[in-house]
């Protein structure tokens, strides 16, 4: 049975109902766990709608991985195989079906995931020279969105990690599974198109360097999961590097600056206090 999961949170209906018609062309269920958004009614509806899409409403914003647990809890009882997708995440149906060719495969022992190339929604991309790429490649931290993750490696590392909430939750799971004899590959013929941030792209001495402009929220959780990642598997120094380079984006080229300034340190102290 193909299965998909959808996160939600605020959800850009017209965008969700995209991809649920795309989605229910090839899907036999549709799981949407939802994170308390403000606009239940037209998520009701679209429940109504369509008769393969089931919500779960959470009580709260408890964070895409426990969201995500949540989701997985659920179709586990029905496939093996868990399409996942956040709410900004359009994938079409050739390119789900190049991720589904990948299972079962006799040259794959132990695969985990099978993630698509990822094209930011908010830049130009040349395809061209796409017809000359191989056909997959391991792959170590891609993001969950538009990912073919197995039930199996999903129970064996025991789910995503709650604690993290949001930012590096991907990395976490991808590594802890990679750990454990797990194999990501990438399929190269299939891509996804994903929103991350509010991209641009500064010139500053001679460099293009990508700004992201998340809000002072997704501040706090990554520079504070950035110290509870290194705290997990090792690499603090590069842990300090990434907040550093961080609070230097924000500080240099984005806007409320102040506010996001405090997030940041904020999230760096409490990963500092963060007990394992």
Request: glycine content about 4%; hydrophobic content about 40%; charged content about 25%.
């Amino acid at each position: 049975m193909k299965v998909s999961l959808i996160i939600s949170f605020n959800s850009e209906i017209s965008l969700l109902i995209e991809n649920i018609n795309i989605l229910s062309k090839v899907m036999d269920k549709i799981v949407i766990v939802d994170n308390n958004s403000v606009n239940k009614k037209d998520l009701i509806e679209i429940e109504n709608s369509y008769s393969k899409v089931k919500i779960i409403f959470l009580e709260s914003n408890f964070g895409i991985a426990k969201a995500t647990n949540v989701g997985f809890d659920y179709l586990s009882e029905i496939s093996d195989w868990i399409l996942v997708l956040d709410q900004d995440s359009i994938l079409d149906i050739k390119d789900i079906d190049v991720l589904y060719s990948f299972v079962d495969r006799d040259n794959f022992n132990s695969l985990g995931m099978i993630t698509p190339r990822y094209l930011e929604r908010n830049e130009l991309h040349d395809h061209f020279g796409d017809e000359n790429i191989s056909e997959w490649q391991f792959v170590d931290y891609p993001i969950a969105s538009g990912s073919l993750v197995s039930v199996k490696a999903w129970k064996f590392v025991g789910g995503y990690d709650d604690d993290l909430f949001i930012d590096r939750v991907d990395d976490d799971f991808d590594l802890r599974i990679r750990n454990v004899g797990y194999l990501i590959i990438q399929a190269n013929h299939a891509t996804i198109n994903h929103a991350i941030g509010q991209i641009k792209v500064v010139h500053f001495f001679n460099k293009n360097i990508k700004v992201y402009n998340h809000n002072a929220f997704r501040k706090y959780y990554q520079s504070r999961n950035n110290i509870i990642f290194a705290k997990k598997h090792g690499g603090l120094l590069k842990a300090w590097v990434r907040n550093i380079v961080l609070l230097c984006k924000t500080v240099l080229f984005e806007q409320e600056k102040m506010t996001k300034f405090k997030s940041i340190f904020k999230g760096i102290k409490d990963g500092i206090k963060y007990s394992m």
